[in-house]
């Protein structure tokens, strides 16, 4: 194989790795890019490669996407194999036999690969509403602010972090395996959400005891409820957080003003340094952003956009327009 060509199939096998992997929508993987690489000799080993980087990972093993998932998954890829001149594979109709005999769960786990080597699971609702909230899935702007953070750690390394909304977690603990904060508080309102936000934080190995002895490189780590409409200036002074972050949480304006009202608690309860924000969300349409903005002017929370990252680490949508605003909760003109 040429060099060209066996650097082609290697980033063919790590995009289906990364989107199987976090259970991405099937029609985004490069499937005509495979239907070319089948015609080639060397298909059926990319075949079977692309069968042990998705349903044998290892990860998989243990942790599965959703049953229906894999199964629609091994079905198009059987699809792309018979109709392309290789000999039968077996071990992709037995891969499909296992799955069809395993059991659907209400939950299923996305995998995302750090740089480092290492990777952040989350439990995940099978449903995207369920129990009345969209805070059991990952968003696109949740994924763009944690490969931010991978390419910028030090604006988090030993530092005490706040997060605001953290939904499944993945922000979160993306910051703390890569990034080295002192403590890491994640926050959220809806129960069912709190419970799981709780298990995933222990799927990735982190302690919730804070005082169980755990490594001094590992920060530590919390899970708190906050509703933005209910809490109270007393109760946000006790936090006293460097940094604080928010994840595709401006998706109705009564929540984006609630945001901002404890935007401004914040900043009135501060005892120290006026703490570092980054809010990023994704603009579904021309309204989106706009109330927030207007709401942080009129708050005279200044603002600017971060520029775009270079990196790509994480599989979503190619077309999301994502934006990410850092604040500073001073109250002053300019950062």
């Not at 980087?53 to 629609?72: E, F, G, I």
């Not at 959220?188 to 490594?215: A, E, I, M, W, Y």
């Not at 945001?259 to 006026?274: E, G, H, P």
């Not at 809010?279 to 021309?286: C, D, G, H, K, L």
Request: charged share 20%.
């Amino acid at each position: 194989m040429a060099p060209e060509d066996h650097e082609g199939a290697a980033s063919l096998l790590q995009s289906f790795e990364r989107r199987f992997l976090a259970a991405r929508a099937l029609p985004s993987f490069p499937w005509q890019s495979l239907e070319e690489k089948l015609r080639e000799p060397s298909g059926s080993e990319l075949l079977l490669a692309i069968l042990q980087k998705t349903v044998k990972h290892p990860v998989c093993v243990q942790r599965l996407p959703s049953v229906k998932y894999a199964r629609c998954f091994l079905s198009k890829l059987i699809k792309k194999h018979e109709a392309a001149p290789t000999e039968p594979l077996d071990a992709l109709y037995e891969a499909l036999a296992e799955i069809l005999m395993a059991n659907e769960s209400t939950q299923c786990h996305r995998t995302y690969l750090l740089p480092s080597g290492d990777s952040v699971t989350l439990s995940e609702s099978t449903a995207i509403v369920s129990h009345g909230t969209t805070g059991l899935v990952t968003w696109d702007a949740a994924l763009y602010l944690a490969e931010w953070a991978i390419e910028n750690p030090a604006a988090f390394t030993d530092r005490s972090v706040l997060e605001l909304g953290s939904g499944a977690g993945l922000t979160g603990l993306a910051i703390c395996k890569a990034c080295y904060p002192r403590t890491f508080i994640f926050s959220d309102c809806h129960g069912q959400v709190l419970k799981q936000l709780r298990g995933n934080v222990l799927l990735n190995g982190f302690s919730l005891d804070l005082h169980t002895p755990t490594d001094p490189s590992s920060p530590k780590v919390t899970v708190t409820e906050l509703d933005w409409d209910e809490v109270t200036a007393s109760q946000l002074s006790d936090i006293q957080a460097d940094v604080i972050i928010a994840a595709d949480v401006l998706y109705c304006r009564e929540v984006t003003l609630s945001l901002v009202r404890v935007l401004k608690m914040l900043r009135d309860c501060q005892r120290k340094n006026a703490p570092d924000v980054y809010v990023a969300y994704t603009i579904r349409s021309q309204d989106t952003g706009k109330l927030f903005i207007a709401e942080l002017d009129h708050a005279g929370i200044s603002w600017k956009k971060v520029p775009p990252h270079a990196g790509k680490l994480f599989p979503y949508e190619e077309h999301s327009a994502i934006v990410i605003l850092k604040l500073v909760l001073n109250g002053c003109p300019g950062i």
